[in-house]
C-alpha cells in the first residue's frame, strides 16, 4: 500500500514547481460552510467523522477564500454542507460572490429557506438553488432523512418558482427509490423544475456505512434508465433530466472529478482543502488548510492537490494502459476503500486485479431481492451528530462504536 503520509516522487517540490506552469486553474469552488444539518440522510457523503471537524470558518474568512478563489479563477461557486442555511451569513456570502462574478448555486434540503431569505437571497445576486428531495413518497423522503420534510420541500419549490429561481431538483437514488423513478419525474415536472438531477449513490461517507442496504440491482437500474429515456422524449423540453449510472455497474471508471487537482476545489467547514468531496477519508494525506496559507499556493503547490494530479502519480495496470488519458485511472476514494491504497486502479475497472471486489458487491446486491430483508438483516444507520462521534471514537479506537441503526418502515 502506497504510504500517503510520505510525499511520493509526485509531490516533490522540484516536479512541483516544473508542473506548476501547466496546471490550469480551479473552476469549480465548493465552499461547504458547515457540517450541521436538521437532515440525517442515511447516503450522506459528508464524512462520518465529521463531529471531529466542526469549527467553521468566520464570514470573514469565507469572504476571503471567495476572494481569492476568485483571483485564482475559480468561475463557479456552489454553496453547500450540510445544511448551508442554517449560518445565518448565506445572503453576505452571496452577495461578494455576486460582486466578484462568480456563478452561484445554492444547494439546500429546502430547511431554512423563508420567503424572506428568498428575497433577500435574489437581491444578493443568487443564480440557482438546488433543492434536495429524497423520493416522491412522504414515506420514504421523510423515512431516508429521518425527518418530517416532505411537505416543508414542497412548500419551498413553490417558493424557488415565485422568487423566479431556476429550479434543479436533486434526487439521490438507490434501492429503495429507484422503482418510483416515474413517479420522481411526474413530482419534478408538478412543481416546475427545469432539471432534473437523478443522483445515483455514491458510495463514501454514510452512504458506504449502508453499502449493504442502499446498493440497487442491474435491473432495477435498467428500468429506472428506460424509464428516463422515455420522459426524455416526452418531456425534454420542459425539463432535463441527468442520470448517471452508478459506477459499480461498469467496466471501466470515470474520470473522478475530472482529474484530481484539475478544475474542483472544495473547502470544508473547518477551512480544510479538499481535491474531492471525500478526500477527508484518504488517511495520511495532510489536507491543507486555508486559514494556514493562500489557496494560490494551496491549489498549485501543496502535496495534497499535487499527489494524483496528472498520470506519474500511477502503478500498474494504468501506468501502461492506453486507456490513462482517458480516465485519469478513476477515483482516488473508491481505490483506496475497495482495494487499501488510493494509488491502485480504481477497481471498478476490469483489469484492475481487484475488480472482483466490486462484482461481489454487485452480486451481493442482486442476492437481496427484498429490500427489507436486508433492512432486517442490517438496519440502516442514520447520519446525525451522536453517530458521528461514535464513529468517530471507533476510528480512534477499535470496539468504542455501538449499534445505532434503524428500520425501514420507523421513523426514528
Ligand atoms: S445529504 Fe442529507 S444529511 Fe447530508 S448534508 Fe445533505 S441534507 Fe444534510
Ligand atoms: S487500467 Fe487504469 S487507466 Fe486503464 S482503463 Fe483501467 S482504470 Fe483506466
Known amino acids: 500500500m502506497t504510504d500517503l503520509s510520505q510525499p511520493g516522487s509526485q509531490s516533490g517540490a522540484q516536479l512541483q514547481s516544473s508542473t506548476a506552469a501547466a496546471v490550469p486553474p480551479p473552476l469549480w469552488l465548493l465552499a461547504?460552510?458547515?457540517?450541521?444539518?436538521?437532515?440525517?440522510?442515511?447516503?450522506?457523503?459528508?464524512?462520518?467523522?465529521?463531529?471531529?471537524?466542526?469549527?467553521?470558518?468566520?464570514?470573514g474568512q469565507w469572504l476571503d477564500v471567495l476572494r481569492e478563489a476568485r483571483a485564482l479563477g475559480a468561475v463557479q461557486l456552489g454553496f453547500s454542507?450540510?445544511?448551508?442555511?442554517?449560518?445565518?451569513?448565506?445572503?453576505?456570502?452571496?452577495?461578494?460572490a455576486h460582486r466578484l462574478g462568480f456563478y452561484t448555486n445554492l444547494i439546500t434540503s429546502g430547511v431554512g429557506l423563508t420567503d424572506q431569505r428568498l428575497g433577500d437571497l435574489k437581491a444578493a445576486g443568487l443564480d440557482h438553488i438546488q433543492l434536495s428531495f429524497q423520493d416522491s413518497t412522504q414515506q420514504l423522503n421523510d423515512f431516508l432523512s429521518s425527518t418530517r420534510t416532505f411537505e416543508l420541500k414542497q412548500r419551498v419549490a413553490a417558493a424557488l418558482k415565485r422568487h423566479g429561481f431556476p429550479m434543479v431538483m436533486n434526487c439521490v437514488l438507490h434501492r429503495y427509490n429507484l422503482p418510483h423513478v416515474d413517479k420522481i419525474i411526474e413530482m419534478a415536472l408538478a412543481l416546475g423544475a427545469e432539471y432534473l438531477e437523478l443522483a445515483n449513490t455514491q458510495y463514501y461517507g454514510w452512504a458506504r456505512e449502508n453499502q449493504a442496504q442502499l446498493m440497487p440491482t442491474r435491473e432495477q437500474l435498467e428500468e429506472a434508465e428506460a424509464v428516463v429515456a422515455r420522459y426524455r422524449q416526452t418531456h425534454g423540453e420542459r425539463c432535463k433530466i441527468f442520470f448517471v449510472v452508478p459506477d459499480y455497474f461498469e467496466r471501466r471508471p470515470k474520470r473522478c472529478m475530472n482529474g484530481?487537482?484539475?478544475?474542483?476545489?472544495?473547502?470544508?467547514?473547518?477551512?480544510?482543502?479538499?481535491?474531492?468531496?471525500?478526500?477527508?477519508?484518504?488517511?495520511?494525506?495532510?489536507?491543507?488548510?486555508?486559514?494556514?496559507?493562500?489557496?494560490?499556493?494551496?491549489?498549485?503547490?501543496?502535496?495534497?492537490?499535487?499527489?494524483?494530479?496528472?498520470?506519474?502519480?500511477?502503478?500498474?495496470?494504468?501506468?501502461s494502459c492506453d486507456e490513462k488519458e482517458h480516465d485519469l485511472g478513476g477515483c482516488r476514494c473508491q481505490a483506496f476503500l475497495l482495494t487499501g491504497d488510493a494509488a491502485n486502479a480504481d477497481p471498478v475497472c476490469d483489469k484492475s486485479p481487484f475488480h472482483e471486489n466490486v462484482v461481489k458487491i454487485v452480486r451481493q446486491a442482486a442476492s437481496q431481492t427484498e429490500a427489507t430483508v436486508a433492512a432486517r438483516e442490517q438496519p440502516i444507520l442514520f447520519r446525525n451528530d451522536a453517530n458521528s462521534r461514535k464513529l468517530a471514537a471507533a476510528?480512534?479506537?477499535p470496539g468504542a462504536a455501538g449499534d445505532n441503526r434503524a428500520s425501514p418502515g420507523g421513523q426514528s
Request: a negative charge.
Open 260 to 319: 484530481w487537482g484539475a478544475v474542483f476545489l472544495g473547502v470544508a467547514p473547518d477551512g480544510a482543502a479538499l481535491p474531492c468531496h471525500a478526500a477527508r477519508g484518504l488517511p495520511g494525506l495532510t489536507l491543507p488548510n486555508v486559514k494556514d496559507m493562500p489557496l494560490r499556493e494551496i491549489w498549485y503547490e501543496s502535496d495534497a492537490f499535487n499527489r494524483f494530479r496528472g498520470l506519474q502519480w500511477m502503478k500498474e495496470p494504468c501506468r
Open 32 to 59: 461547504e460552510l458547515t457540517y450541521r444539518c436538521p437532515l440525517h440522510c442515511a447516503f450522506c457523503y459528508n464524512p462520518l467523522d465529521y463531529t471531529d471537524h466542526n469549527r467553521e470558518l468566520t464570514t
Open 81 to 96: 454542507g450540510g445544511e448551508p442555511l442554517v449560518r445565518d451569513d448565506v445572503e453576505v456570502l452571496v452577495e461578494e
Open 395 to 397: 476510528a480512534r479506537e
